[in-house]
């Protein structure tokens, strides 16, 4: 896999890489151990992007390591399909990049390691140089046992209590920002009753929201995490992981700081707002007196994109309310969709590492993500012809009957790309829109009595406009200069267009999708229901004329569509021989166009 992104160019820096280099300049850490730790609780994505691009990039760069962790500890969000969507995107977005950078693939190594858990580790160098790998995350789910170990050591050390208050009162006694909270009554239960509620609470003798574990800080903090957060709580429910193996679940807070000490992770890095999580979470550690040395949590300014919503929760109503097809509809912003919709994984790439990482939070123009997408596909994709809205032409001075094969660049940036041989006949199809009977000064494209240049074909003039009875446009009669064969103009004569056409006595057709933004505003989720500015014009179906090359393009194959953008051919819809094209990217940016205008 050709892979510019990466082994061309240098190591990114940002703040978050500038303090790991300074640990490991210190003598801090011998090895980095990042994660990257989604909550199986929907599909991942481009935000999750960033993240994983951060973490596995941090881990390359110095030959760490870094685990894909499933953050699995609320059963009631939690499923099965999430697990496995996650799985199989962090393999997509991160294949063909690790190799790259350390040119694993000559050495061949599989460098596997074991972790504390006795699991082999997610180990980027090792998946990264064995194709067709598979991915094992960690479970956070798995250290529920140790999860419960460490909750009674904080019982028994007076930091933690059992809680008798309902959610509402706990809610209440919390106070707000601007006001101290009010000690629990339960606050100075004895550590031998908290430790014998707490058995019982894991043995399921109460019913869900009777009790919670609450670690013992300070309800006055003027930070509000630090007002006693609830450590456990009841939840009688199914887990995907662990089944019907426990009643309470630990809560974020705690879960996850001890999880990030247990695989043995240097940097935790998260976003922005965990900010005000981080005291809670040295809190935690340093009260539990571990013996290694104490992850250290860092956080950035999260991925927001123009005309996109990114909370999990509004692309799960999108899903459920059947907005879009599922998931992987080529509008969503999931990994799965920007797949489905023929984004290379390496544009992704591309593109996390252009907006870098910072603190200041922002939002990020989708134009970039496309652009990134545009650039990774000049240089990769072959060049096609193909109409989206054809127009007849007939070359009244071309030879009846005859035809000929014109010589045509698979892709004018690639010389290797070589070239095919596209047919030309007497009658041909070009886009409406290049033809205006009325045309304004600077049209250049095919008008009455105008001259066009057909790419890798002929110049033509258009001689007559047949109509129909109502005057609707049927047909043009062009004739064509012979002289001109390949678009050459031997007497030096100026032709400012060129358009692309195809042989109507040779072409084939193909469903080609044209997709579009999901949202019409800027920013979805600033006034009102996110709902209210969906694009109802995001998805037009219509019927191409090509030249008889594509259909041949595989399921899952790309082409640019010469003048007209990068089109997939749909991996799951389409058929060998019969293609179904998606449009990826236009080959400008039409919407910055429209705004500018
Ligand atoms: P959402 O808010 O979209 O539901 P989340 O933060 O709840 O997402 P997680 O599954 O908990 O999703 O996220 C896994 C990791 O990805 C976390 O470390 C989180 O900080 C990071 N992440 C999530 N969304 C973004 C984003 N938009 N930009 C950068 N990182 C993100
Ligand atoms: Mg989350």
Redesign the pocket.
């Given at each position: 896999m050709s892979d510019a992104d990466t082994h061309t160019q240098p190591a990114p820096r940002d703040f978050i890489r500038d303090i790991v280099l300074e640990d490991l300049r210190a003598g801090r850490h011998s090895r980095i151990v990042t994660r990257?730790?989604?909550?199986p609780?929907?599909y991942l994505?481009i935000?999750?992007a960033?993240?994983i691009c951060l973490n596995f990039g941090i881990a390359v760069e110095h030959a760490g390591i870094c685990h894909l962790r499933m953050?699995d500890t609320n059963p009631t969000k939690e499923e099965v399909e999430y697990v496995e969507s996650i799985q199989h995107d962090v393999n997509w977005l991160t294949a063909g990049w690790a190799e790259d950078r350390l040119g694993l693939k000559s050495k061949g190594a599989l460098p596997v390691s074991q972790s504390v858990q006795g699991r082999p580790d997610f180990h980027i160098e090792a998946i990264a140089a064995a194709p067709g790998r598979t991915l094992e995350p960690f479970y956070a789910s798995d250290y529920f046992p140790q999860f419960y170990d460490y909750a009674i050591g904080l019982i028994r050390r007076g930091s933690a209590y059992v809680c008798d208050l309902s959610p509402a009162d706990t809610d209440a006694y919390r106070g707000a920002p601007d006001r101290p909270g009010r000690n629990s009554p339960f606050r100075d239960r004895s550590p031998e009753e908290s430790l014998d509620l707490f058995q019982r609470m894991k043995a399921g003798e109460f019913p869900d929201g009777a009790r919670t574990l609450r670690a013992r800080i300070d309800m006055a903090s003027p930070n509000v995490w630090l007002r006693d957060p609830v450590l456990y709580r009841i939840r009688h429910a199914e887990h995907h992981h662990t089944g019907n193996a426990w009643c309470i679940y630990p809560m974020y807070d705690f879960a996850h700081c001890v999880s990030d000490y247990i695989e043995g992770i240097t940097h935790s890095?998260?976003?922005l707002e965990?900010e005000v999580h981080r005291p809670l979470y040295d809190w935690i550690l340093n009260k539990l007196e571990l013996p290694r040395p104490l992850p250290h949590q860092y956080e950035f300014a999260?991925?927001?994109l123009t005309y996109t919503v990114?909370?999990?929760?509004k692309l799960l109503q999108l899903v459920k309310e059947r907005r879009v097809s599922g998931w992987d509809d080529p509008r969503m912003p999931t990994l799965a969709g920007l797949r489905r919709r023929g984004y290379p994984a390496s544009a992704l790439r591309q593109f996390c590492r252009g907006i870098g990482v910072t603190k200041y939070s922002g939002t990020t123009d989708v134009g970039l993500l496309e652009n990134c997408v545009r650039q990774e596909l000049n240089r990769t994709a072959p060049r096609r012809s193909a109409v989206l809205n054809p127009l007849e032409v007939i070359l009244d001075t071309y030879p009846e009957g005859e035809g000929e094969m014109l010589d045509a660049l698979n892709n004018p940036e690639d010389s290797a790309a070589g070239t095919r041989h596209v047919p030309f006949s007497r009658r041909l199809y070009i886009e409406r829109e290049d033809f205006l009977e009325n045309p304004p000064k600077k049209f250049f494209r095919l008008a009455p009595g105008q001259e066009v240049r057909l790419r890798y074909g002929y110049i033509i003039r258009c001689d007559r406009v047949e109509k129909d009875a109502e005057g609707n446009l049927l047909r043009l009669h062009c004739s064509h200069d012979p002289a001109t064969r390949g678009g050459n103009t031997p007497d030096g004569r100026k032709i400012k267009g060129t358009i692309h056409w195809v042989s109507a006595d040779h072409c084939v057709c193909a469903p080609v999708r044209l997709y579009d933004r999901l949202f019409t505003r800027e920013n979805p989720e600033e006034a009102g229901d996110f709902l209210d500015c969906l694009n109802s014009d995001s998805l037009q179906t219509v019927s191409a004329h090509m030249e008889p090359a594509l259909a041949d393009t595989p399921p899952g194959g790309r082409v640019q569509f010469e003048r007209l953008g990068y089109f997939f051919a749909d991996p799951v819809d389409s058929r060998p021989g019969a293609p179904v094209f998606h449009r990826i990217v236009g080959l400008r940016d039409s919407w910055a166009k429209t705004a500018a205008s």
């Open positions: 990257f730790p989604p909550e609780n929907g994505h935000g999750h960033k993240s953050d890095i998260c976003t965990f999260r991925l927001n990114m909370s999990k929760r």
